[in-house]
């Protein structure tokens, strides 16, 4: 790669992160060509994007965002990484500790998710639990509609036993 190549691949990079809500970093050293194809057939289907990436054109990318300080995410640039993008948060995570029950790898090197970082693979657990925006709608509807419910639930049981006292009542009066 030469440096006008190198130039527009970081230029591409930082307009890739700066648009990315959610990216986790990883290390997919040491897999066979046919676990990485199986990996990659797992994130196609979650809709997760993966490449390997060079890890001082991408702290040359992270360098080029001003909008956000990323440069936490620096201290996980060591050894192979790879990128992953998603939609929703927790997606890559769910991939990663799947894909370890029957691989030693990949090990969660960092993750950015909706304006917070995460260092470190012991962070994997965490990031499974996280919710998406579906998933908390869903709960916040759930939660909504439960009193409602109630109170319907309980006019309907007691309701027949009321209306039948007013229709004896207006009929005797």
């Known amino acids: 790669m030469n440096r006008e190549e190198k130039a527009q691949y970081i230029d591409n990079l930082t307009a890739e992160l700066k648009d990315a809500g959610i ?5 997919t050293s040491q897999l066979s060509v046919e676990k990485i194809n199986d990996l990659r057939a797992r994130c196609f289907k979650a809709n997760v994007s993966l490449r390997v990436i060079k890890n001082t054109l991408l702290s040359k990318a992270i360098d080029r965002i ?3 300080d990323l ?3 620096k ?4 050894g192979p990484t790879a990128i992953m993008y998603a939609e929703v948060g927790n ?6 500790k799947d894909f370890r029950k029957k691989a030693e790898r990949p090990i969660l090197k960092a993750a950015y998710v909706e304006e917070a970082i995460y260092i470190g693979d012991e962070n994997l657990d965490a990031l499974v639990e996280i919710k998406s925006k579906d ?4 709960e916040v509807i759930t939660l909504l509609q439960s009193p409602a419910k109630n109170v319907i639930s309980g006019l309907k049981g ?3 036993k009321i209306v039948g006292i ?4 207006s009929e005797r009066a």
Do not use: H, M, N, V
């Open 158 to 160: 007691q309701g027949g």
């Open 135 to 138: 998933e908390l709608i869903g």
């Open 91 to 96: 997606a890559p995570a769910k991939i990663i």
């Open 71 to 73: 440069s936490e995410l």
């Open 75 to 78: 201290k996980a640039l060591k």
């Open 166 to 169: 007013l229709k004896t009542l």
């Open 23 to 27: 990216f986790y970093l990883a290390d």
């Open 66 to 68: 001003e909008d956000r």
